[in-house]
């Protein structure tokens, strides 16, 4: 229950009352106050007794008692009450106060009658010196009550003294006071007059229970006996106690353990571990219409690490950033977007609600103190202190690890391995970004609502810290001992509905720390620039040319990744979501880094316009392919570039292409005599693809096929592709594509199955689009959540125009073209419709190694005369020899040499095979020789008949 939450009910409750009282057409009734007519409500349901009818009217004589004990103002009602609304129509409640309007002099003046009293009474009952009206009266009282009568002086002193004071019980609880008070009165008066032996002599019961112990011990005596009406009286007594004290039998038992167990220290007791147990306490005085007693703080049992352990103070930004709570700092004005500096500088063109510069804001007028929004926001504040204890704006935020690092020294910037002519773009053409933020008021804010959150559902846990990411915060959230991490997971809706957005994601706990985090998109997020990225000392101090500049982490740490590493990525994200942007960032990157010597590109743009810019940079293979199909031809190009690179490297006996390269320029690789091949070291290619589903559409099997065979053994030929799709679906992203390619960089996806498929797991449909990503990189278990660095499409053209000036690109002719539709054109006549069928039986024998003509028609289930006439058609072509009546024939071309023979018998230019081998039968038996005899030598004739697919280029 929170302060917060009674002051609207009390409101609906008043706006009903007044149109059922219109509707009847009555006047407004009198009313007891809200407490005292709870307090009469319940006090009377709860006992169920008969004792109804003198409850209220000692709750009645307690009240008025009361009112006139109270001064003017200073009456305990709850604190909402003056914020109820008073219209015209509210009832009226005030005609039971009108004895507010007592001075304190007048219940001074009744505490001195009250005192007289006393002294009348004392002198007449206790010395008999009040003369015959005294004795009068002590004989009335002592009718009444008996020897209670040697009691009532002290009472009247004590109530007179209370009243001077101005002590008294609440107003809710003074019925229950009273009530339990003359059931301790009527109970013991009751056994007096039993243990007085119940008598019926008015002399005898003045000196017992007077009148009172008679009426009440009289009629039990008689209907039960004594010794049933006797423990009955006792109990009166004791059920009288516990209303006035208003504990339970239960807290008194546990009371009473709790002492005889000696330990009254507050290690057992619940509260104590209850950080906001006084709170509630007091949040229960209230409700009940108690003075809000407040009682001091005990301080934590629990040694809580202190926030500011945890994280280095950032004064500078605090100073900075004001508070939600904070006097408004006068704002210096800035540069209008596109004017003035910003504008000189080319700034960025973009237009991003979200991420673009602060709106100049006006000089802000000083907010006077009794501004209506701030007096509410710092009541709001006051409660949510006074609940939890926490202070926003005393949290601890942590400094962005991007500021951390530039402090450190520059590295030296790599200088590329080959060209002497060509230097890499410099990133001083991309613009720089803005000093990261480390708190602002939307953090504070935030702050608030987890914490009020907390205390609303009283869970023991605090925010102790946080961590400002560029567009989300990860808030560090602390528990008590012995609360359960699934109490907060349980709150994420809440947490979502206090901070107002659906995109809150829960980390339980943080990785490497005893935390859980709440992840909570920031209301004014910051855009990463891809120079500040690139420009950082880690990247700037790695000198692989494939680094690639990703954006920033959540603790404001610059990531970057090498695509070497990767070495095939998946980029999957709903429209919007960002991936064009990574695309331009990773193209970018490299085109920053490397030279067209260390890495070339193959570029697949089926949208037409993204990739346009890149248009005739040196680093591109084949011009920007947009054709699906053509795109087809250049994965199938790719996989006989992949087959090549692993022949050479098996050649040179190396396990990468970089050995290769290295034994190149060291020369110990040189080109056989009489062979026109210039042997260069093998640049890396990039094959990335901007829309994977338009690919999967046309040609889904070859593509397949294609990437499959790519991904599963390109990483050592230096062959990587990027694969970016917006249909993550599972007829885009096959089973088999997903395996082969290891590292995932999920933008938003619009659904929790498309996050699924590229994550295999949930996670991306929460992120909030615009750069925000997931990012696995090979071999990693956890998405680690970043924003994508964005490059402008002028920076972009900075670089281009940059990179072009210095060279031409030398295309590689043939990349795109559809050799296997060009094969079928020059198909053998005699081999007719049989073309599948003597594949087949090729693919068959070569495999199998073995020449009979009773396996094909086993395994190809086709008749003898067919199987004849393959084997005629193979004999034809070099791949078995002669027949040699019942034995099978020989085989005559190796398994390893099966595609290239396939690729012939279609119909293809030998010269063009991708494994060197010569078929005529005297070739071929040389090569066995040379295989058996020297496997150096054979090396080098595959060498001397492979050609290299890229040495256009080169
Ligand atoms: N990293 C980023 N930082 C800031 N803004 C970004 C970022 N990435 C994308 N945006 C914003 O989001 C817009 C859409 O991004 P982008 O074009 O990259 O989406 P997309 O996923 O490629 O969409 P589509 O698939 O429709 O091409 C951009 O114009 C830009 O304003």
Same mark, same amino acid.
């Given at each position: 229950?929170?302060?917060?939450?009674?002051?609207?009910?009390?409101?609906?409750?008043?706006?009903?009352?007044?149109?059922?009282?219109?509707?009847k057409?009555?006047?407004?009734?009198?009313?007891?106050?809200?407490?005292?007519?709870?307090?009469?409500?319940?006090?009377?349901?709860?006992?169920?007794?008969?004792?109804?009818p003198?409850?209220?009217?000692?709750?009645?004589?307690?009240?008025?008692?009361?009112?006139?004990?109270?001064?003017?103002?200073?009456?305990?009602?709850?604190?909402?009450?003056?914020?109820?609304? #008073?219209?015209?129509?509210?009832?009226?409640?005030?005609?039971?106060?009108?004895?507010?309007?007592?001075?304190?002099?007048?219940?001074?003046?009744?505490?001195?009658?009250?005192?007289?009293?006393?002294?009348i009474?004392?002198?007449?009952?206790?010395?008999?010196?009040?003369? !015959?009206?005294?004795?009068?009266?002590?004989?009335?009282?002592?009718?009444?009550?008996?020897?209670?009568?040697?009691?009532?002086?002290?009472?009247?002193?004590?109530?007179?003294?209370?009243?001077?004071?101005?002590?008294?019980?609440?107003?809710?609880?003074?019925?229950?006071?009273?009530?339990?008070?003359?059931?301790?009165?009527?109970?013991?008066?009751?056994?007096?007059?039993?243990?007085?032996?119940?008598?019926?002599?008015?002399?005898?019961?003045q000196?017992?229970?007077?009148?009172?112990?008679?009426f009440?011990?009289?009629?039990?005596?008689?209907?039960?006996?004594?010794?049933?009406?006797?423990?009955?009286?006792?109990?009166? =007594?004791?059920?009288g106690?516990?209303?006035?004290?208003?504990i339970?039998?239960k807290?008194?038992?546990?009371?009473?353990?709790?002492?005889?167990? $000696?330990?009254?220290?507050?290690?057992?007791?619940?509260?104590?571990?209850?950080?906001?147990?006084?709170?509630?306490?007091?949040?229960?005085?209230?409700?009940?219409?108690?003075?809000?007693t407040?009682?001091?703080?005990?301080?934590?049992?629990?040694?809580?690490?202190?926030?500011?352990?945890?994280?280095?103070?950032?004064?500078?930004?605090?100073?900075?950033?004001?508070?939600?709570?904070?006097e408004?700092?006068?704002?210096?004005?800035?540069?209008?977007?596109?004017? $003035?500096?910003?504008?000189?500088?080319?700034?960025?063109?973009?237009?991003?609600?979200?991420?673009?510069?602060?709106?100049?804001?006006?000089?802000?007028?000083?907010?006077?103190?009794?501004?209506?929004?701030?007096?509410?926001?710092?009541?709001?504040?006051?409660?949510?202190?006074?609940?939890?204890?926490?202070?926003?704006?005393?949290?601890?935020?942590?400094?962005?690890?991007?500021?951390?690092?530039?402090?450190?020294?520059?590295?030296?910037?790599?200088?590329?391995? %080959?060209?002497?002519?060509?230097?890499?773009?410099?990133?001083?053409?991309?613009?720089?970004?803005?000093?990261?933020?480390t708190?602002?008021?939307?953090?504070?804010?935030?702050?608030?609502?987890?914490?009020?959150?907390?205390?609303?559902?009283?869970?023991?846990?605090?925010?102790?810290?946080?961590?400002?990411?560029?567009?989300?915060?990860?808030?560090?959230?602390?528990?008590?001992? $012995?609360?359960?991490?699934?109490?907060?997971?349980?709150?994420?809706p809440?947490?979502a509905?206090?901070?107002?957005?659906?995109?809150?994601?829960?980390?339980?706990? @943080?990785?490497?720390?005893?935390?859980?985090g709440?992840?909570?998109?920031?209301?004014?997020r910051?855009?990463?620039?891809?120079?500040?990225?690139?420009?950082?000392?880690?990247?700037?101090?790695?000198?692989?040319?494939?680094?690639?500049?990703?954006?920033?982490?959540?603790?404001?740490?610059?990531? %970057?990744?090498?695509?070497?590493?990767?070495?095939?990525?998946?980029?999957?994200g709903?429209?919007?979501?960002?991936?064009?942007?990574?695309?331009?960032?990773?193209?970018v990157?490299?085109?920053?880094?490397?030279?067209?010597?260390?890495?070339?590109? @193959?570029?697949?743009?089926?949208?037409m316009v993204?990739?346009?810019?890149?248009?005739? @940079?040196?680093?591109?293979?084949t011009?920007?392919?947009?054709?699906?199909?053509?795109?087809?031809?250049?994965?199938?190009?790719l996989?006989?570039?992949?087959?090549?690179?692993?022949?050479?490297?098996?050649?040179?006996?190396?396990?990468?292409?970089?050995?290769?390269?290295?034994?190149?320029?060291?020369?110990?690789?040189?080109?056989?005599?009489?062979?026109?091949?210039?042997?260069?070291?093998?640049?890396? =290619?990039?094959?990335?693809?901007?829309?994977?589903?338009?690919?999967?559409?046309?040609?889904?099997?070859? @593509?397949?096929?294609? =990437?499959?065979?790519?991904?599963?053994?390109?990483?050592?030929?230096?062959?990587?592709?990027?694969?970016?799709?917006?249909?993550?679906?599972?007829?885009?992203?096959?089973?088999?594509?997903?395996?082969?390619?290891?590292?995932?960089?999920?933008?938003?996806?619009?659904?929790? #199955?498309?996050?699924?498929?590229?994550?295999d797991?949930?996670?991306?449909?929460?992120?909030?689009?615009?750069?925000?990503?997931?990012?696995? !990189?090979?071999?990693?278990?956890?998405?680690?959540?970043?924003?994508?660095?964005?490059?402008?499409?002028?920076?972009?053209?900075?670089?281009?125009?940059?990179?072009?000036?210095?060279?031409?690109?030398?295309?590689?002719?043939?990349?795109?073209?559809?050799?296997?539709?060009?094969?079928?054109?020059?198909i053998?006549e005699?081999?007719?419709?049989?073309?599948?069928?003597?594949?087949?039986?090729?693919?068959?024998?070569?495999?199998?190694?073995?020449?009979?003509?009773?396996?094909?028609?086993?395994?190809?289930? =086709?008749?003898?005369?067919?199987?004849?006439?393959?084997?005629?058609?193979m004999? %034809?072509?070099?791949?078995?020899?002669?027949?040699?009546?019942?034995?099978?024939?020989?085989?005559?071309?190796?398994?390893?040499?099966?595609? #290239?023979?396939?690729?012939?018998?279609?119909?293809?230019?030998?010269?063009?095979? !991708?494994?060197?081998?010569?078929?005529?039968?005297?070739?071929?038996?040389?090569?066995?020789?040379?295989?058996?005899?020297? $496997?150096?030598?054979?090396?080098?004739?595959?060498?001397?008949?492979t050609?290299?697919?890229?040495?256009?280029?080169?």
């Amino acid at each position: 229950m929170s302060v917060k939450n009674t002051a609207p009910r009390s409101s609906t409750r008043s706006s009903s009352r007044p149109a059922n009282r219109s509707s009847k057409g009555s006047t407004p009734v009198k009313r007891p106050s809200t407490s005292a007519r709870r307090a009469a409500e319940t006090a009377p349901e709860r006992t169920g007794s008969a004792f109804r009818p003198v409850g209220k009217a000692v709750t009645g004589m307690f009240s008025a008692v009361g009112d006139l004990a109270r001064p003017k103002g200073a009456e305990h009602r709850p604190k909402e009450e003056p914020e109820k609304p #008073t219209t015209k129509t509210e009832e009226p409640v005030t005609t039971e106060e009108s004895p507010d309007n007592d001075s304190p002099r007048r219940h001074d003046g009744i505490a001195l009658v009250l005192l007289g009293l006393a002294a009348i009474v004392g002198a007449s009952v206790w010395m008999d010196i009040a003369g !015959p009206i005294g004795a009068a009266i002590a004989t009335g009282v002592h009718v009444i009550i008996g020897a209670g009568a040697f009691v009532l002086p002290v009472v009247l002193v004590a109530l007179a003294i209370a009243l001077m004071m101005d002590i008294h019980p609440p107003r809710a609880v003074q019925g229950r006071v009273a009530l339990g008070a003359v059931l301790i009165v009527v109970g013991m008066l009751g056994l007096i007059h039993l243990f007085a032996g119940d008598p019926d002599a008015w002399a005898e019961r003045q000196q017992a229970g007077g009148a009172v112990g008679a009426f009440v011990g009289g009629p039990l005596a008689l209907g039960f006996s004594t010794f049933v009406a006797v423990p009955l009286l006792i109990l009166v =007594i004791v059920y009288g106690a516990l209303r006035v004290t208003g504990i339970t039998v239960k807290e008194l038992v546990d009371l009473i353990g709790e002492h005889l167990r $000696g330990d009254g220290s507050e290690k057992d007791s619940d509260e104590s571990y209850d950080e906001y147990a006084d709170v509630d306490r007091e949040l229960d005085d209230i409700a009940e219409g108690r003075s809000p007693t407040r009682r001091r703080r005990r301080p934590s049992p629990r040694p809580r690490r202190t926030p500011m352990e945890n994280y280095p103070p950032d004064e500078t930004a605090r100073a900075a950033e004001p508070s939600l709570f904070d006097e408004p700092l006068d704002v210096e004005e800035e540069d209008e977007p596109g004017t $003035g500096a910003a504008a000189a500088k080319g700034a960025d063109t973009d237009t991003m609600p979200a991420v673009k510069k602060p709106e100049p804001k006006k000089p802000a007028p000083k907010q006077p103190a009794t501004d209506a929004v701030a007096n509410s926001r710092e009541q709001m504040r006051q409660a949510i202190i006074a609940r939890s204890g926490i202070d926003p704006s005393a949290v601890p935020a942590a400094t962005p690890k991007s500021e951390e690092e530039t402090e450190a020294p520059q590295p030296e910037a790599r200088k590329p391995e %080959s060209s002497d002519d060509y230097t890499p773009p410099s990133t001083d053409l991309l613009i720089p970004g803005e000093a990261p933020k480390t708190r602002t008021e939307a953090n504070d804010r935030a702050i608030e609502a987890i914490t009020d959150v907390f205390a609303e559902f009283k869970v023991d846990a605090q925010v102790t810290g946080f961590s400002r990411g560029p567009t989300v915060t990860r808030y560090e959230v602390e528990l008590g001992p $012995g609360v359960k991490v699934s109490k907060i997971t349980n709150l994420q809706p809440n947490l979502a509905y206090a901070v107002a957005t659906d995109n809150v994601r829960l980390l339980a706990p @943080i990785p490497g720390k005893s935390a859980v985090g709440i992840e909570v998109p920031n209301a004014d997020r910051e855009m990463v620039r891809l120079a500040d990225v690139l420009n950082s000392p880690s990247v700037v101090g790695n000198h692989d040319p494939m680094l690639i500049g990703l954006g920033k982490n959540i603790e404001g740490e610059f990531v %970057s990744h090498s695509i070497q590493k990767m070495p095939h990525l998946l980029v999957a994200g709903s429209t919007g979501s960002g991936k064009s942007a990574f695309v331009n960032a990773l193209l970018v990157s490299l085109l920053t880094r490397a030279t067209p010597d260390e890495v070339r590109l @193959i570029l697949v743009d089926p949208k037409m316009v993204e990739l346009t810019p890149y248009e005739g @940079i040196p680093h591109l293979i084949t011009p920007i392919i947009t054709q699906p199909k053509k795109a087809s031809a250049a994965l199938q190009w790719l996989v006989e570039e992949m087959e090549q690179r692993y022949l050479d490297m098996k050649s040179a006996r190396v396990r990468h292409i970089k050995d290769f390269n290295a034994k190149v320029r060291s020369g110990e690789i040189e080109a056989p005599p009489g062979s026109e091949r210039e042997m260069r070291p093998y640049p890396q =290619i990039v094959c990335v693809v901007d829309e994977l589903a338009d690919l999967m559409m046309t040609a889904p099997k070859e @593509i397949e096929d294609s =990437i499959v065979r790519i991904t599963q053994k390109a990483r050592a030929a230096g062959i990587h592709l990027v694969l970016a799709t917006q249909r993550p679906s599972v007829d885009v992203v096959t089973g088999l594509i997903k395996t082969n390619v290891p590292s995932r960089l999920a933008f938003a996806t619009s659904s929790l #199955t498309d996050s699924r498929v590229i994550l295999d797991q949930a996670g991306a449909e929460r992120l909030i689009g615009m750069g925000d990503a997931l990012f696995i !990189p090979q071999g990693a278990g956890k998405p680690k959540r970043l924003q994508g660095a964005f490059v402008t499409d002028e920076e972009i053209q900075a670089v281009v125009d940059a990179a072009k000036e210095q060279a031409e690109p030398h295309y590689t002719e043939g990349v795109t073209e559809d050799k296997e539709a060009e094969a079928k054109k020059d198909i053998d006549e005699d081999i007719g419709k049989d073309m599948d069928d003597l594949l087949e039986a090729v693919e068959l024998v070569v495999t199998s190694q073995f020449g009979s003509t009773s396996m094909l028609q086993r395994k190809l289930r =086709i008749g003898f005369a067919k199987a004849g006439r393959l084997m005629d058609l193979m004999e %034809s072509r070099g791949v078995v020899g002669p027949s040699e009546g019942s034995k099978a024939r020989e085989v005559l071309v190796k398994p390893e040499e099966l595609e #290239t023979i396939i690729w012939m018998i279609k119909g293809a230019d030998p010269a063009e095979a !991708p494994k060197g081998v010569e078929l005529d039968d005297d070739t071929a038996a040389t090569n066995d020789a040379e295989h058996d005899s020297d $496997g150096e030598q054979a090396e080098t004739r595959t060498v001397s008949a492979t050609y290299n697919p890229t040495s256009g280029a080169v």
